[in-house]
T-cell receptor, first 114, second 112 residues
Framework: GAGVSQSPRYKVAKRGQDVALRCDPI?????LFWYQQALGQGPEFLTY????????KSGLPSDRFFAERPEGSVSTLKIQRTQQEDSAVYLC????????????FGQGTRLTVV | GQQLNQSPQSMFIQEGEDVSMNCTSS?????WLWYKQDPGEGPVLLIA?????ELTSNGRLTAQFGITRKDSFLNISASIPSDVGIYFC????????????FGKGTKLSVKP
């Protein structure tokens, strides 16, 4: 596709449910990032993939958060046993990986945990 | 998590006014970026800065990478209504694929 595509756009989950958020990066982009954006805040880094390798997961807030990119293209962010504090917009970004080229962001998935 | 200090938090603009916002950090960054985010959308890159002291323009937007590498500013000249939105600064320490640290944003609104 032309840009980074995320689905679903909106997700309402009951506390304790598991959710899976999908990111389709720009075709050919080797680098993929996930960010979490709480209401009224800037995005905060969660994790980074280069192709299928997860090179940095230092931003994942707990072991309930898990991300994968098994074939080096589509990525899924999974949150187990959701809590109210997980409510946020989850942004995915991808880049070509070339020096001094920046990532393009998707529209995000707004997760509301009730 | 760690965030940059971005100011002002919000400001009202009248069409034609110049606007200025800035970002400071206690850490050194080797890249500074400025983004704009509209409601329901992801951030869109406006300007990227890669060298201390660098001054870069993109149309009516001008940004500078502070010489200490701990700050950056963004100026918008002759503002127009479509400039409203939230502007974020972001810094990066690592290589070109390192993670970004974002400020909390400056919200631009139109004066009533």
């Amino acid at each position: 596709g032309a840009g980074v595509s995320q689905s679903p756009r909106y997700k309402v989950a009951k506390r304790g449910q598991d959710v899976a958020l999908r990111c389709d990066p720009i075709s050919g982009h080797v680098s993929l990032f996930w960010y979490q954006q709480a209401l009224g805040q800037g995005p905060e880094f969660l994790t980074y993939f280069q192709n299928e390798a997860q090179l940095d997961k230092s931003g994942l807030p707990s072991d309930r958060f898990f991300a994968e990119r098994p074939e080096g293209s589509v990525s899924t962010l999974k949150i187990q046993r959701t809590q109210q504090e997980d409510s946020a917009v989850y942004l995915c970004a991808s880049s070509s990986g070339t020096v001094n080229t920046e990532a393009f962001f998707g529209q995000g998935t707004r997760l509301t945990v009730v | 998590g760690q965030q940059l200090n971005q100011s002002p938090q919000s400001m009202f603009i009248q069409e034609g006014e110049d606007v200025s916002m800035n970002c400071t950090s206690s850490s050194i960054f080797n890249t500074w970026l400025w983004y704009k985010q509209d409601p329901g959308e992801g951030p869109v890159l406006l300007i990227a800065l890669y060298k201390a002291g660098e001054l870069t323009s993109n149309g009516r937007l001008t940004a500078q990478f502070g010489i200490t590498r701990k700050d950056s500013f963004l100026n918008i000249s002759a503002s127009i209504p479509s400039d409203v939105g939230i502007y974020f600064c972001a810094g990066r320490n690592g290589g070109s694929q390192g993670n970004l640290i974002f400020g909390k944003g400056t919200k631009l609104s139109v004066k009533p």
